[in-house]
C-alpha cells in the first residue's frame, strides 16, 4: 500500500497547487491512500466545512489539522453534525487526539481502503505549544483500540526532540509518525528499526516566498516593532511538501519514506 501524505496545506495557493499536482503524483507513485494535513487551508488560519470538503473532492480520504483548528468558528459545528455517520466528511477532519475529551470533533479515524483497514491518528507536541494532554500516553490509549494494522499518526509539534521522541516511542507500532506543524520540511525521512517511516516535518504545502506562509513583510514588521498585525498569506514560490510511505498493508510495517517536494 502507497500513502502519500500532504503536509500543511497554507491558503488558497497551497489549495491550488494541490488540486494542480495531486492526480500527477498520485498516478506516478501509485498512491493508494491521501492524508493531508489542513489546519491552515483557509488563508492561513484553520479550515471551513466547504474548504474540507474541496479537498475531500480531490481523492483526499482524511484531513488533519492542529492548533488552528478552532480559528475559524464554522469548523464547531461541522463536528456537531457528526451524529451517527461514522464516515461522512465532517468525521473525516481530525483535531489532535489529545485535546480536552470534552472538545467537539475526534481525533483518531479508522476506516477502509478497498479490503485494507487503515486509521490515522491526529497529536499535537506541548513543547512551545499550549498545554494538553501528553500525547505519548493518548497515543498509548488509542493504539489499544485500533485494530488495523496499517496506522499514520500526525504528531503536530513545534519541538524537534518531541516528534523525534514520539518516533521512537512508537517504532515498530505504527505505519509512519510525520510530524507538521513548522512548515519547513526536514530531510530526515527514514524507516526506524521496528519498520515506523518516521520524518520531523514534511514541511508546507503553500508559498514559500514569506515565513512559513504569511507575507513576509508583515512578519518581519512584527520582529522590529512588536505592533499587532493582520496577516496575509504569501503568494510566491509554491511548493507542495509531501511523503510517500509504502508499506505492507498486512503487517502494517513501512518498507520505504520518500520526501517530495514539487513546485
Ligand atoms: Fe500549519
Ligand atoms: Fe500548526
Known amino acids: ?92 477532519v481530525l483535531r489532535p487526539a489529545n485535546y480536552p475529551s470534552d472538545m467537539p470533533g475526534s481525533g483518531v479515524y479508522e476506516g477502509m481502503k478497498g479490503k485494507t483497514p487503515y486509521a490515522v491518528i491526529n497529536l499535537q507536541g506541548r513543547v512551545f505549544m499550549a498545554s494538553n494532554d501528553d500525547p505519548f500516553r493518548v497515543a498509548d490509549q488509542l493504539l489499544q483500540k485500533i485494530k488495523a494494522k496499517v496506522i499514520l499518526v ?32 526536514t530531510a530526515d525521512e527514514r524507516v526506524l528499526p521496528n519498520g515506523t517511516a ?17 507575507k513576509k513583510e508583515l512578519v518581519v514588521g512584527r520582529f522590529l516593532n512588536n505592533m499587532p498585525v493582520r496577516f496575509e498569506p504569501a503568494t510566491g514560490d509554491v511548493r507542495l511538501c509531501a511523503v510517500v510511505i509504502d508499506c505492507d498493508e498486512d503487517t502494517g510495517k513501512a518498507r520505504k519514506i520518500e520526501r517530495l517536494m514539487i513546485s
Open 154 to 185: 500526525d504528531m503536530h509539534a513545534e519541538a524537534t526532540s518531541e516528534k523525534v521522541s514520539l518516533g521512537w516511542y512508537l517504532d515498530g507500532r505504527v505505519t509512519a509518525v510525520v510530524g507538521t506543524h513548522t512548515h519547513v520540511p
Open 1 to 92: 500500500m502507497r500513502i502519500l501524505f500532504i503536509g500543511d496545506i497554507f491558503g488558497r495557493p497551497g489549495r491550488t497547487i494541490v488540486k494542480d499536482r495531486l492526480p500527477e503524483i498520485m498516478r506516478g507513485h501509485g498512491i493508494n491512500l491521501i492524508i493531508a494535513n489542513g489546519e491552515n487551508a483557509a488563508a492561513g488560519f484553520g479550515i471551513t466545512p466547504a474548504l474540507a470538503e474541496e479537498l475531500f473532492e480531490l481523492n483526499i480520504d482524511v484531513i488533519t489539522t492542529g492548533n488552528h483548528i478552532w480559528d475559524k468558528r464554522e469548523i464547531v459545528d461541522y463536528f456537531k453534525l457528526i451524529g451517527g455517520n461514522g464516515h461522512g466528511p465532517a468525521r473525516r
Open 198 to 214: 518516521y520524518i520531523t516535518d514534511v514541511g508546507m504545502s503553500g508559498p514559500y516566498d514569506g515565513v512559513i506562509g504569511v
